[in-house]
């Protein structure tokens, strides 16, 4: 079946670098791209999305880059602080899709 | 906006026995849905509401898996005969329900199911 699949499971960084998440998607008709960061004990909440009309966004210190021919999005998030610390999910999904399949999530960690 | 509520936050059920978890949707929200949260496979799809009708349900476990929305303010998700396997976060989400998945989920804060 169809999968997105997330290829690092934990990440740390040092506070102020840069911090990379890939993820590959197999399904060609998938144009919607949502991110989402579960904190510790928390439920997840969206980030940031890119659908596939465009090949990069930018939100603050989030960007999210969309390599259609290679199927693979990233997020990357700039001058990490602690507070990114959690576990992010990427996400795809079709437009004549009903729903959002899931990577399997990345934990980063931040340290001081 | 107190959000998607989930209750219970935890349940034990001993194996066999029936669990059933409760969902509200933010209010204006017309889609729900329902995944699953386990270490090993992470979050799985179960199944989607839109507008109270079910939608799609192919990753719900036909057997003893069922899901309703008798009106548009809760879902609930019901499984018979409890198995350990079944031990996971269950995450019910909403949205607001145009017709395409290509939308921002809101989820609820999850109910932990423990099956002894």
């Known amino acids: 079946g169809e999968k997105v699949e997330q290829h690092e499971s934990t990440l740390s960084v040092r506070e102020g670098d840069s911090a990379v998440i890939n993820c590959t998607y197999t399904?060609?008709?998938?144009?919607?791209f949502p991110w989402y960061k579960q904190e510790a004990g928390k439920s997840l909440h969206f980030v940031i999305d890119?659908?596939?009309?465009?090949d990069r966004k930018q939100s603050q210190r989030l960007i999210v880059l969309l390599d259609k021919k290679a199927k693979r999005f990233s997020l990357h998030i700039t001058a990490t602080q602690p507070e990114d610390s959690a576990i992010y999910f990427c996400?795809?999904?079709?437009?004549?899709?009903?729903?959002?399949?899931f990577g399997t999530g990345t934990k980063l960690q931040v340290v001081p | 906006n107190a959000g998607v509520i989930q209750t219970p936050r935890h349940k034990v059920t001993g194996k066999g026995q029936e669990a059933t978890l409760w969902c509200e949707p933010i209010?204006?929200?017309?889609?729900v849905f329902w995944y699953r949260q386990t270490i090993v496979q992470g979050l799985e799809f179960l199944t989607y509401?839109?507008?109270?009708?079910?939608?799609?349900d192919s990753g719900m476990p036909k057997e003893r898996f069922s899901a309703q929305m008798p009106n548009q303010s809760h879902s609930t998700l019901k499984i018979q005969s409890t198995q350990p396997q079944d031990s996971a976060v269950y995450l019910c989400?909403?949205?607001?329900?145009?017709?395409?998945?290509?939308?921002?989920?809101?989820f609820g804060s999850g109910t932990r199911l423990t099956v002894l």
């Open positions: 890119i659908r596939s009309n465009v």
């Open positions: 399904d060609t008709a998938s144009s919607y």
């Open positions: 209010s204006g929200h017309s889609a």
């Open positions: 509401f839109r507008n109270q009708a079910p939608i799609d």
């Open positions: 996400a795809a999904s079709a437009n004549s899709g009903t729903y959002q399949r």
């Open positions: 989400a909403s949205s607001l329900g145009t017709g395409s998945s290509a939308e921002t989920l809101y």
